[in-house]
């Protein structure tokens, strides 16, 4: 693979458990008192119903089906996971309720804020650090950690149940950084650990840009980056799939919702473009890829 562009061309997208003392001298219940309920356990649907996601972050959910791509991937109560570049943390929302109140642990792998040429980073990371401090009750105990071109480990070597990589290959391709997330993944899982893939899905049979400069990436093309890094093709699915996308936007994948461009990426929005078109397409089609690391 090509070795990518400057890390500064890469795109930044940008439950707790009450104690009960003991009372002295309290009066014994009736015979008759009715035992107090139970808190049922937290589950991904109450997770993604929560009321700490905004309905912008909700509205979303017809498209990327977090509930169900999550159980496809198999998340469990109690798992480690590990989520790559969360951004603002449309996914955290859900992930870190769910593994805080279920006794489970979150990495989040962030942006590297020490590099020179990319002075946006550490502000995108502080605002995700501010929104997980500002509602410890809800999110836990997220460890925040950073991925990038010379960061470390993102999490302890074999700890992992669960990885992430959700729509972000497209980044790292274009930063150079794909074969070392990889990498990395494979690192930080348990054997027989999970990585789970959600990315936009390029028109099979077309020649691959080894930088995906529109976005796109072929499905093939994802299962052999993966393979070449050690990890076992476990499923494929088609819930994130949109058959309307037609994959030739102006803009790339960002001509269509949620970003909505109207002119290439760095310049000012030209007046007047129509996104009928683009919205009535909805967001992208994307593939959902299972991946295991061999026991």
């Not at 439950?15 to 309290?26: M, V, W």
């Not at 899982?189 to 072929?218: C, F, I, M, S, W």
Request: net charge neutral; hydrophobic share 40%.
């Amino acid at each position: 693979m090509g070795p990518g562009l400057r890390w500064s061309r890469r795109g930044l997208l940008a439950g707790a458990a009450a104690l009960s003392l003991a009372g002295c001298g309290r009066k014994a219940a009736k015979p008759d008192a009715k035992p107090a309920a139970k808190a049922e356990p937290m589950t991904l649907k109450a997770a993604a119903g929560g009321d700490w996601r905004t309905p912008a972050d909700k509205a979303r959910d017809v498209w990327r089906h977090p509930v169900e791509s999550l159980e496809f991937w198999g998340l469990k109560p109690g798992q480690t996971v590990v989520e790559f570049w969360p951004g603002s943390g449309w996914y955290t929302d859900i992930l870190a309720p769910y593994l805080a109140a279920t006794g489970g642990k979150l990495y989040a792998a962030s942006l590297q804020t020490d590099l020179p040429d990319d002075p946006s980073a550490k502000a995108a990371v502080e605002a995700y650090q501010r929104k997980l401090a500002d509602h410890k009750k809800v999110y836990g105990e997220v460890v925040v950690t950073a991925f990038g071109p010379t960061s470390g480990p993102v999490a302890p070597a074999g700890s992992a149940d669960l990885v992430l990589f959700l729509r972000n290959l497209h980044n790292w391709m274009a930063a150079g950084l794909a074969e070392k997330a990889f990498r990395e993944a494979l690192a930080v899982l348990k054997p027989g650990g999970v990585l789970g893939v959600e990315e936009h899905r390029g028109e099979p049979g077309r020649v691959q840009d080894v930088l995906a400069a529109d976005g796109y990436v072929q499905q093939a093309y994802v299962i052999e980056m993966a393979k070449e890094a050690g990890f076992v093709l476990a499923g494929e699915s088609e819930i994130n799939a949109n058959p309307k996308d037609t994959k030739d936007h102006p803009f790339g994948v960002w001509t269509l919702p949620p970003t909505r461009l109207s002119a290439p990426r760095g310049e000012p929005a030209e007046p007047g473009f129509d996104h009928a078109k683009y919205d009535a397409i909805g967001e992208s089609d994307r593939m959902t890829l299972k991946f295991v690391k061999p026991k």
